[in-house]
C-alpha cells in the first residue's frame, strides 16, 4: 500500500506562483511515475505532468507546458509541483498519484494510476 499526503494549496492572485509538495510513504518499491492530476467541479480530472522514477522523463499537458515544472526528490519520496503564472482557470483540487505506468503515452491518464492522495485546494482569483 502507499500513501500520499500533498500539501502547499492556497489562494493567490493572477500572475502568482505556488509550489504543492506530495510526500510517499508505504510501498515505495510499488510504483514506477508519479503524477499531478486537478479536478475543477463539473469537470474531467485532467493530468498536468508525470515524473519517471527511473530516469530523467517528465511528461507535461500542453495547458501547463512552460507554466508548471515537476520534481520528484527520491531520497525524501517527495514529488513537487511549482506553478507559475498562475490563471483563474487554473483553480482546481489538484492531486498526487502514483503508480506502475507501462506505456509512456498514458502517463497523464488518470486511470493509469492506482494511488491518490486527498487533494489539495488552488484558487487563484482575478
Known amino acids: 500500500q502507499v500513501r500520499l499526503v500533498e500539501s502547499g494549496g492556497g489562494s493567490v492572485q493572477t500572475g502568482g506562483s505556488l509550489r504543492l509538495s506530495c510526500v510517499a510513504s508505504g510501498y515505495i518499491g510499488g510504483f514506477n511515475y508519479m503524477a499531478w492530476f486537478r479536478q475543477a467541479p463539473g469537470k474531467e480530472r485532467e493530468g498536468l505532468a508525470a515524473?519517471?522514477?527511473?530516469?530523467?522523463?517528465?511528461d507535461y499537458a500542453d495547458s501547463v507546458k512552460g507554466r508548471f515544472a515537476a520534481s520528484l526528490d527520491t531520497d525524501k519520496n517527495t514529488l513537487y509541483l511549482h506553478m507559475d503564472s498562475l490563471k483563474p482557470e487554473d483553480t482546481a483540487m489538484y492531486y498526487c498519484?502514483?503508480?506502475?505506468?507501462?506505456?509512456?503515452?498514458?502517463?497523464?491518464?488518470?486511470?493509469?494510476?492506482?494511488?491518490w492522495g486527498q487533494g489539495t485546494q488552488v484558487t487563484v482569483s482575478s
Open positions: 515524473v519517471f522514477k527511473g530516469g530523467p522523463r517528465t
Open positions: 498519484a502514483a503508480g506502475l505506468i507501462y506505456y509512456f503515452s498514458t502517463s497523464l491518464t488518470a486511470t493509469a494510476y492506482e494511488y
